[in-house]
């Protein structure tokens, strides 16, 4: 498949994929960055606020994550009708993938919803059980933005239109860290002011999205002319084939992780915390490879929509060579800087500690994480869905979560067992994943 490469077709491919990739990268950062500063200013209030936090958002990640799946078949099918110069088809893909992010926001935070009252099932530490149902609640209502807000960012990002998403979201970050400030410490809300920071901030980003699409003058075309209209079944029967299998594959992958804090938190609430911390580190990291998936989902989909097969070996090489060169240096912040990351989140001796030790694993598995992220983003750009979403059940369930409890307990290595079962199922991944790109490819 890479026979005929050119070094000029490699560097002209992977300018294209980083000028796409440095606003999405950036993006997918900013969301995070709303996680992180919920981290760090709960974790001013306390260790046990912290563990709450840490509980609540890995309950959360389940239904959210499995929303963001969903409507990655909106990038898929906007950029696939974008390089086909199809704007019907562009418009019909906007306005019915709107309505299923808002559908599937509504839908899963009412399902999400009655597994409040059970909380104390996932054997967690009774104060931190105690404390997490009234943040969570609120979390979960801004399931319906967040995921609205997001689906009309793949379209726009979809259309090498990127950069206004991005300040738009990065405002709602800074209004969440105002909001923060606002209700944690000056109105004395605590953990639930978080909650409340965060539902506000997320509604605003929604808004400011539908206007910026509604008013932009150069994606007029592109853009539905009217918003409510009955949505076209075959138009949401394509996005639903696309992002089940995409929900399934994400929800897979991250549910290990949530799961990974429920087995932590069988350890108390000072290796919780420190499982947050982490966490919260590697989800940020995470966001660069991610950025880089969701532009080579987008620059595959746009060169299969103008049947350019052509340029799919210098697509994918290209984003491998620039992922794993990100991989590198994440690697290297969080192998160095461990031991001074953990203290910008808690200063409890015990939590840095056990966090510094959580990031070295973390450091390890940057580089296998980066390619099975990124291949699976060029496969979603291909529509091949259905066997990476295999993958990700077979890597996390089958080897990553049970070897982790196994090296955990019969190891002796505790919580720190867990996260390197982690890093074997990621590993597994990659290697799958990597020789699907090749198969398929051809």
């Known amino acids: 498949m890479f026979r005929q490469l050119t070094i000029p077709s490699l560097l002209k491919e992977g300018k294209k994929t ?83 992010a808002l559908a599937s926001g509504l839908a899963l935070f009412l399902l999400s919803a009655f597994l409040i009252p059970f909380l104390s099932f996932f054997g967690q530490p009774a104060n931190v059980t105690a404390a997490a149902p009234p943040y969570l609640f609120l979390i979960l209502i801004s399931l319906v933005p967040a995921l609205g807000s997001m689906g009309l960012k793949n379209h726009g990002d979809s259309l090498d239109h990127p950069w206004p998403s991005f300040f738009i979201f990065l405002g709602g970050v800074l209004l969440n ?46 853009t539905p002319n009217r918003w409510l209209a009955r949505p076209d079944s075959a138009t949401l029967r394509k996005l639903l084939t696309l992002g089940i299998p995409a929900s399934f594959h994400l929800l897979a ?36 490879p991610l950025g880089l998936s969701i532009a080579l989902t987008m620059r595959m989909g746009n060169a ?12 994918i090489l290209s984003g491998w060579i620039i992922t794993l060169l990100f991989a590198t240096l994440t690697s290297l912040f969080c192998g160095l800087g461990k031991d001074f990351i953990a203290p910008l989140y808690n200063d409890d001796p015990e939590v840095i500690a056990l966090a510094a030790k959580f990031l070295l ?21 291909l529509e091949d869905v259905t066997m990476p979403a295999w993958t990700a059940v ?49």
């Not at 078949?73 to 562009?90: C, H, Q």
């Not at 982790?404 to 199922?425: R, S």
């Open 18 to 100: 980083a000028v796409l990739a440095v606003p999405l990268v950036i993006g997918q950062v900013s969301q995070m960055l709303m996680i992180v500063a919920d981290t760090v200013m709960v974790g001013n209030v306390g260790v046990t606020e912290l563990a709450a936090l840490s509980f609540a958002n890995a309950v959360f990640a389940i239904p959210f994550v499995f929303g963001i799946g969903l409507i990655t078949s909106i990038s898929v099918l906007s950029s696939g009708a974008a390089g086909r110069k199809d704007e019907a088809a562009a418009r019909a893909t906007c306005r019915n993938g709107f309505y299923l």
């Open 177 to 222: 860290i105002a909001l923060n400030q606002l209700f944690i410490f000056n109105l004395g809300y605590g953990l639930v002011g978080a909650g409340w920071a965060t539902l506000i901030s997320r509604i605003t980003i929604l808004v400011a999205m539908m206007i910026w699409l509604d008013r932009s003058k150069s994606l007029k075309q592109f």
């Open 253 to 288: 992958e991250v549910g290990a992780f949530s799961a990974t804090g429920f087995l932590i938190g069988f350890y108390g609430e000072i290796s919780l915390a420190s499982h947050q911390i982490a966490l919260t580190t590697g989800g940020t990291l995470f966001m660069i």
């Open 304 to 315: 299969a929509g103008a049947q350019e097969k052509e340029r799919y070996p210098a697509i």
């Open 361 to 381: 694993v973390i450091a390890v598995f940057q580089f296998v994480d980066a390619i099975q992220v990124a291949s699976g983003g060029i496969l979603r750009g």
């Open 394 to 442: 077979l890597s996390y369930w089958f080897f990553g979560i049970p070897l982790g409890w196994l090296i955990a307990t019969k190891g002796d290595l505790g919580p720190i067992g867990v996260w390197w079962g982690l890093a074997i199922g990621l590993t597994v991944a990659s290697i799958i994943l990597t020789a699907r790109v090749f198969k398929i490819a051809r």
